[in-house]
């Protein structure tokens, strides 16, 4: 997780959270990749 933001409001709350991912996979030649994806998450 990286940021993460919260807003309350009496019995109510908003939140966004991001994070990084990262999605290692291994080549038969040993070699591999590696893809990153930025995930943004609201919530409501």
């Known amino acids: ?3 993460h933001l919260a807003e309350v409001d009496g019995d109510t709350a908003t939140g ?3 994070c990084l991912a ?4 291994a080549g038969a030649d040993g070699g591999g990749t ?3 994806v930025l995930v943004r998450y609201e919530d409501t």
């Open 1 to 3: 997780m990286g940021i």
């Open 22 to 25: 990262h999605h290692h996979t």
């Open 16 to 18: 966004i959270n991001y």
């Open 34 to 36: 590696d893809v990153v």
